[in-house]
Every structure is written in structure tokens, then in C-alpha cells.
């Protein structure tokens, strides 16, 4: 009899009604407007500014006439701008590469480290990470600083162990510079790498490997057989980030070479030729047309590159 009260009290009792609820729940997406007007304010309107941009002429800060594409035609043919785009152009697609190299095969091999259970791999995962809380500001003035070519702490170190043939002006010379800010770029950011690798070599599960070894697969063959196919998500996911990041670098070669990517531009990439021709010009010219065609075009750099990866990697998903 009790039961059968309670049953009627709670079919008695008024729902909340659908406008209500209506309510509630379009008062929660309230809690993300403070992230979408930073991102809004911040990524979407500059973006769609800069394409404006350049597609008029400007007199100092002013805009001017509508001119379409001619910045665009300017960029691409006319002296120095080509000349500038292309090297640094190239000075991008060299610290790619450099970059993946450097910082995701060894990331990649610490990670299986750190993953085959060894001792203190927690502590591993922290000491690789940490030079990622640091800001990249502050790293590039403290490899200045260490090479330094008369009194940095690596040269000092070298000659200190016998080694002062090897002493070399680092930063000084075209033909280590990009070399030497590559490497630096590489430990800053390999405890990243590390954790995505991690992540990725963690969700394969443990009945593939054994199944493996039943079949014979040991060392090197379970390596390229089971190891790196099942960890190619990661893997895909790392190489875009790198390309994005390669061609949206900034802050590390403007603090350790300056806004003209010396010496002699050998260190030059195009978001530091985008900061010259931008914010550079004192002549009152049109150089923000110019910046924004450049903008515009690094923009589309990366967006086709990644879209063209993301697309083979999901096909090749798919086959798999």
C-alpha cells in the first residue's frame, strides 16, 4: 500500500516542462561564450581581415584602392620580395625536416624506452617534458647565451675537455646557424612528442604482441610489423603538428637571431619576413597589403599541406 503511494506521489509531481529544460540547457552554452569571443576576437577576425587586406593597396595604416590580386603578383615577381619568399620558403622546408628528424625519430625511440616498463619512466616523462614549461622567449636568450662564441657555456665546456677545435661560433656562422636553431627547437619541444608517442604505443594492446611472438616476430620485425603501423595515428599526428609549427615559427629564431634571420638571412623563414614586411616599413608604403598577401598565402601553405595529409591518412585508414 505504501509502494503503490509513493508510485502515485511521483506520477503527481510536475515534470519540468520542455521550455524549461529548453532553457537550462542553452544557459550551459553561455559558459563557452567567453572562449568563443578570444577565438573569434583573436584567430577568426584576423584571418579574415589579413584576406581582406590583401586585396587593397594601402598609405601607411590606411586603406586605399581596391587592387585585387596585384600584391599577390608582386610578392611572386618582383625584386626583393621573390627572392626573399623563396629562400625563406625553403629555410622552412629545411627546418621540417630537420625538425622531424631531430626531435620525432628520437622522440619516437624514447618513447619505446620509456613504454618496454622500464624503471623510473615516470620520472623520464617529467625531466623530458619540463623544457616545455619554459617560454620559447626564454629558451632561445638562454642558447644564446650558452653559445655565446667567446664565452658560451658549450664552447668554454669544449675547450675545457680538450676539445677547442670543435669550438665554433654557432649562431655566427650561415652554415650551422638554421642547423643549431633546429636542434635547439628539437629539445624544447621532444617531451610533447614524447607523450603523444606514448599515448599511441600504450592503446596497442598486449594479445598483437603475443600473437606476434607466437608467429615468430621478435626485434626489429615486430618493430615495423606491429609497432609502427599501429602507432601511425600518433606518428600522423606529430608530422602535421611539426609542419604546422615549422611554418608558424617565430618566437625561437627572433629571439636568438634577431627579426632579420641572420646572419645573412640563413636562419630567415617566412613569419619573420612577414614581421619585416608588415611591421618593418617606416616609408609609409603599402607594406600592409604586401603582409597580409603573405599572411594569406602561409595561411594556405599549411591548410593544403594538412588537408592533403589528413586525407591520405584517413584513406589510408580506411584500406587498412
Known sequence: MVLKEQVADVKASPKPSKNKRSIK?????????????FYVGFQVYPI????????????????????????????????PYNTIFTRAFWHNIIYFIGTVVAKLVLAFALALLINSKIKGREFFKAVFFMPKLLSVIVVGFLFSLI????????????????????AHPWLGDPKTALYTIILVNSWYGIGFAILIFLAGLQAIPEEIYEAAKIDGSYGLKML??????????????MTILTFIGSFETFELVFAMQGSSGGPYYSTDVLA?????????????????????????????????????????????????
Open 25 to 37: 540547457r542553452h544557459f550551459l552554452h553561455l559558459f563557452l561564450l567567453p572562449a568563443l569571443i
Open 224 to 237: 615495423f610489423q606491429i609497432t609502427i603501423p599501429m602507432a601511425m595515428p600518433s606518428i600522423m599526428i
Open 147 to 166: 653559445l655565446n662564441p667567446t664565452n658560451g657555456a658549450l664552447n668554454s665546456f669544449l675547450k675545457m675537455v680538450g676539445l677547442a677545435e670543435w
Open 48 to 79: 579574415l581581415t589579413a584576406f581582406v587586406n590583401s586585396f587593397y593597396s594601402f598609405k601607411g595604416m590606411v586603406r586605399q584602392d581596391f587592387i585585387g590580386l596585384e600584391n599577390f603578383v608582386r610578392l611572386f615577381t618582383e625584386e
Open 272 to 320: 619573420l619576413f612577414f614581421y619585416r614586411l608588415a611591421f618593418g616599413s617606416v616609408d609609409g608604403g603599402d607594406a600592409i597589403g604586401l603582409g597580409s598577401a603573405l599572411a594569406v598565402v602561409l595561411f594556405l601553405i599549411i591548410c593544403t599541406a594538412t588537408a592533403i595529409s589528413l586525407f591520405f591518412f584517413k584513406r589510408k585508414e580506411i584500406e587498412q
